[in-house]
Nanobody, 114 residues
Framework: VQLQASGGGLVQSGGSLRLSCAASGSIFSINVMGWYRQAPGKQRELVAVITTGSSTRYAESVKGRFTISRDNAKNTMYLQMNSLKPEDTAVYYC?????????WGQGTQVTVSS
C-alpha cells in the first residue's frame, strides 16, 4: 500500500484546509485509515480515523472542527479542517492498516498563523 498526502499549507487562524490522501497498491485490503499529526517537540498523535464502514473517531481537540471522509471510488481519504487554531500546526500524516500492518504516507505541513 502506498499513500500520498497533499493539501497542507499556511492559513490564518479561523481558516480552513482540506487534506487528501491517495492510496494505491493493495487497497482492497485496507480496513482502517486515519490521519495523525506531529508538532515540533511532540509525539505523533491521532487526529481521526475512519473504517471501511465509514465509522469515525476523532481526537477531542478536533471534534466539531475536523471531518474525516473517504471516497472508495477514488481510493482517497480526506480531512476537512475548519476553524483552524495555531495549536493545529503540525505535520499531518495519513495512515492505513491492512490487518495488523500499518502504512504511512509522507507528511504534509499545516501551519496556522495567529
Amino acid at each position: 500500500v502506498q499513500l500520498q498526502a497533499s493539501g497542507g499549507g499556511l492559513v490564518q487562524s479561523g481558516g480552513s484546509l482540506r487534506l487528501s490522501c491517495a492510496a494505491s497498491g493493495s487497497i482492497f485490503s485496507i480496513n482502517v485509515m486515519g490521519w495523525y499529526r506531529q508538532a515540533p517537540g511532540k509525539q505523533r498523535e491521532l487526529v481521526a480515523v475512519i473504517t471501511t464502514g465509514s465509522s469515525t473517531r476523532y481526537a477531542e481537540s478536533v471534534k466539531g472542527r475536523f471531518t474525516i471522509s473517504r471516497d472508495n471510488a477514488k481510493n482517497t481519504m480526506y480531512l476537512q479542517m475548519n476553524s483552524l487554531k495555531p495549536e493545529d500546526t503540525a505535520v499531518y500524516y495519513c495512515n492505513a492498516y491492512v490487518g495488523m500492518n500499518g502504512y504511512w504516507g509522507q507528511g504534509t505541513q499545516v501551519t496556522v498563523s495567529s
